[in-house]
């Protein structure tokens, strides 16, 4: 096989990109148990790349062996999950199971060196799309429980929230898209736009993991507390009561307030305090405690104190992030807090 330059210049610029970053993830100091699987995921990118290299040595990068790069290819789709798996779950992200996740790739290698057929290859390559189709189902389904979950249990969730995964699973499905055209017909723009896909996808990974403050899902239900009403109607015995204590300790401006806080400040529990939230009042404690922190503090402290910067009311009301303030403002009010400010 003839070698393609423009092709092996984009293997090895992905291939140095890989590498840099995931050196660099993995040698920082006070890693996150998520850093340090995509530090790995970024390794393992960087050898996926690296064998691409091949392809200037014809005596090596044969027509024959062409096939089996595809197939190791393949592999980098159960990075997704990993890293899914590890964003959601904590600790979660062992060798063992990325092994245990590898197998069905491997079989299909083994398939493939005893019956060297387009069958097996083609079978292969829709297996592939599949799987991609499975991870972005299975990928927005963790997204939102994980989106219900900080919702219902963290009153600031900029540093936790994950919706920029949003991006990632665009850019995975299209890259996974490319990859299923290429493996079909080969052609230097389409791998030109897989790299870029590759690389925006795992650029997004790198920036939002720096910033992300890593908590874990509490899949363990706490002993149940509630009764229940002659016509089925779950009954709370603090109802009103909830509201009078986070009114009047203004526990709306504790700035890093949770649902377990507050539940251990009624004596309740946190799967109870969800549940009023939720049935009752219908409303996530997210929306319950911000929509306080608007109504009993930034809109008076706005209209009193023409003085006080956006900014400075934002932070004086409880919340850790403008950003925040600003979505929150304008779910309650209809306006931003610089037009309400004018139009008083």
């Not at 790995?40 to 790069?69: G, Q, R, S």
């Not at 060196?113 to 189709?133: C, E, K, Q, R």
Request: with cysteine; net charge neutral.
């Amino acid at each position: 096989m003839k070698t393609n330059p423009p092709a092996l210049f984009l293997a090895g610029a992905a291939t140095a990109f890989f590498f840099i970053y995931a050196i660099q993830i993995l040698r920082s100091e006070n890693k996150s148990s998520l850093q340090r699987t995509l530090g790995a995921i970024l390794l393992f990118w960087a050898l996926l790349n690296a064998k691409d290299l091949l392809m200037a040595f014809p005596e090596i990068y044969t027509k024959e062996v062409a096939p089996y790069f595809v197939l190791f290819d393949g592999c980098s789709i159960t990075s997704y999950f990993i890293f899914i798996f590890e964003l959601t779950r904590p600790g979660w992200a062992k060798w063992r199971k990325g092994f245990y996740l590898s197998v069905p790739f491997f079989i299909f290698w083994i398939i493939y060196a005893i019956w060297s057929n387009y069958t097996v290859y083609n079978a292969y390559v829709v297996f592939l799309w599949i799987v991609a189709v499975i991870f972005v189902i299975f990928a927005s389904i963790k997204y939102k429980n994980y989106a219900r979950y900080i919702r219902e249990n963290y009153s600031n969730i900029d540093e936790i929230e994950i919706s920029w995964l949003g991006y990632m699973f665009f850019f995975a499905f299209f890259e996974q898209t490319l990859y299923f055209v290429m493996s079909v017909r080969y052609n230097f723009f389409i791998e030109l736009f897989y790299y870029i896909s590759a690389i925006s996808m795992w650029l997004i990974a790198i920036h939002y993991t720096r910033i992300l403050r890593h908590i874990t899902i509490i899949d363990t239900p706490e002993p149940e507390v509630a009764a229940m009403t002659e016509n089925g109607q779950r009954t709370y015995a603090f109802a009103g009561n909830i509201e009078e204590l986070v009114e009047s300790q203004k526990l709306y401006l504790e700035k890093d307030l949770t649902l377990s806080d507050l539940a251990r400040k009624a004596g309740t529990n946190r799967t109870y305090l969800s549940d009023y939230f939720r049935n009752h009042k219908h409303t996530t404690f997210y929306d319950y405690i911000n929509q306080l922190r608007i109504e009993k503090m930034a809109i008076p402290m706005i209209q009193q104190h023409p003085e006080y910067t956006i900014d400075y009311i934002a932070m004086e009301s409880g919340f850790n992030a403008i950003s925040t303030f600003r979505r929150a403002f304008i779910k309650i009010t209809g306006m931003s807090p610089g037009q309400y400010r004018n139009n008083q």
